[in-house]
């Protein structure tokens, strides 16, 4: 990638994570900003790609890159049992009419954004330990964390760009990329003070949880 280019990845053969400098302004970073959209922000995005070298694809390089299996039985099959549970929570959604995300193409990068949303929270709750938890605009730092995730994936999209993504793109579209991991959250759940059977709630039975 270019220094200028608007993008992140996790590179398995050389366990490292990459961020150019084209992705640390807004919506993604702004340092004039607080830090709980900082963290909704920018911070999830360094979640996902930590969580990449631990999905179902990063998981099977070694920490040195190498192509090993390096994992105990009872954990790899925990984390396919946990993993499926993904693949059925995304195959649900239907953006448009007859069409569903694919969860088999898009576990990867679904994995990666429900435990990059989980990572950057509890850098978040660490960051704002002992400090005041002031509003700013009438939301709590819990919430702006939450808003600050959302507002990096807004974006306009024709149905048949997102009728060839959905055969295509190992991504979800940009709408489940934040429902998906939201509904499967706790944090964001008490954050809002949302009541159990809304949309934007997955049953306790049916939340996923891998890392």
């Known amino acids: 990638m270019t220094p200028p280019t608007v993008n992140a990845y996790y590179n398995p053969k050389l366990n490292e994570i990459v961020f150019p400098a084209g992705i640390l302004e807004p919506p993604f970073f702004n340092p004039k900003a607080d830090d709980a959209i900082n ?13 990449h070298g631990f999905d179902d694809q990063g998981r099977q390089y070694d920490e040195v890159g190498n192509l090993r299996d390096w994992w105990s039985p009872h954990s790899a099959a925990k984390f396919k049992e946990r993993s499926g549970a993904v693949v059925r929570q995304y195959s649900e959604y239907e953006p448009l009419p007859g069409l569903h995300v694919n969860g088999e193409l898009t576990l990867g990068e679904n994995i990666a954004d429900i435990g990059g949303v989980k990572v950057a929270y509890a850098a978040l709750q660490k960051a704002l330990a002992g400090k005041p938890q002031e509003k700013i605009d009438g939301f709590t730092p819990d919430q702006r964390f939450f808003l600050g995730y959302a507002q990096i994936w807004r974006s306009v999209q024709r ?12 991504h979800s579209p940009a709408r489940y990329r934040v429902n998906g991991p939201l509904q499967d959250s706790v944090d964001f759940q008490k954050a809002f003070n949302i009541p159990d059977g809304s949309p934007m709630v997955r049953p306790a039975d049916k939340r996923v949880n891998i890392w």
Request: cysteine-free.
């Open 159 to 170: 149905d048949e760009d997102l009728k060839l993504r959905l055969n295509t793109d190992p």
């Open 39 to 51: 963290y909704g922000g920018i911070g999830a995005v360094i979640g996902h790609e930590m969580t």
